[in-house]
Structures are given as C-alpha cells and as structure tokens.
C-alpha cells in the first residue's frame, strides 16, 4: 500500500470517527489501515473466555475495522454486554426480535466478515445442525 493510500484512508476513518462520536473510536487505524471498512460481526458464546473477545473487538478495530458485537445469554452471565457496546461504540445484539437482526448482519452488504469467538461445543453444534434459538 502507498503512502498516499494510506493516508486516505486515515482520513477517510477520522471522518467515520467524527460522525459516530464514540470514545472508543479514537483508536480506530492505530495499528494499521488493513481492515479499513470492513465490518465484521463478532458472534461471542457462552464460555469462560467470553471476557477475551473484548480485547479482540479492540484488536479488530486497532486494524481499521467496524466490529458488531452478538451475544448468546449465556455471556451476559459471565459479561455485561455494555462492555461490548463500550468496547465497540455499536449496540450489541443480545436476543433476537422482530426486527430480523441476524438476518441483516448476514447480508453480504452489512458485514464482511463473522467470527464466533469463543465458540464453544454448543455453539458449534447449534451452528452445524441449523438450530437458531440464541442470537448467534
């Protein structure tokens, strides 16, 4: 990547980060401008680890990218999802409405990229046999 691009892109995120007005964005690019405008849907499952996918969120978004959080309610156990929504400066997703969330998060135009982190043995069953009863 040239210098000129990115330098753009830097100040294409400066843009979004003013728009949004969310403390967290500050750190948005600071370690690179690879993921810039990508948005990518961070799935968090009901694990003991559940705590690391804040440090994660961030290490996403150090990189340029607009992270989505979703979470099961297993975390909200073990995590306020006001944590995630501070990490990330977006609303997390903690239950499925009529508003068809996890629809729009799939859509190849909302997101690029979906991680589920941790992914516990439930989690992996539920998403292999196409069971749909947490958010995730």
């Given at each position: 990547m040239s210098l000129k691009n990115y330098e753009n892109k830097l100040v294409a995120k400066k843009k979004i980060?003013?728009?949004k007005n969310h403390p967290s964005l500050d750190i948005v690019g600071s370690y690179g401008v690879e993921?810039?405008?990508?948005?990518i849907v961070l799935c968090v499952?009901?694990?003991?680890?559940?705590?690391?996918?804040?440090?994660?969120?961030?290490?996403?978004?150090?990189h340029g990218?607009?992270?989505?959080c979703v979470t099961s309610d297993a975390v909200t156990k073990l995590v306020q999802p006001d944590y995630f929504k501070?990490?990330?400066g977006n609303e997390v997703i903690t239950k499925l409405t009529g508003e068809l969330e996890h629809i729009k998060l799939a859509d190849y135009n909302q997101s690029d990229l979906i991680i589920v982190y941790p992914a516990t043995a439930n989690t992996l069953g539920?998403?292999?046999?196409?069971?749909d009863d947490t958010p995730i």
């Amino acid at each position: 990547m040239s210098l000129k691009n990115y330098e753009n892109k830097l100040v294409a995120k400066k843009k979004i980060i003013k728009k949004k007005n969310h403390p967290s964005l500050d750190i948005v690019g600071s370690y690179g401008v690879e993921l810039s405008e990508r948005k990518i849907v961070l799935c968090v499952a009901g694990s003991v680890a559940a705590y690391k996918a804040i440090e994660l969120a961030r290490l996403l978004m150090r990189h340029g990218a607009d992270v989505t959080c979703v979470t099961s309610d297993a975390v909200t156990k073990l995590v306020q999802p006001d944590y995630f929504k501070w990490a990330t400066g977006n609303e997390v997703i903690t239950k499925l409405t009529g508003e068809l969330e996890h629809i729009k998060l799939a859509d190849y135009n909302q997101s690029d990229l979906i991680i589920v982190y941790p992914a516990t043995a439930n989690t992996l069953g539920k998403l292999a046999n196409g069971i749909d009863d947490t958010p995730i």
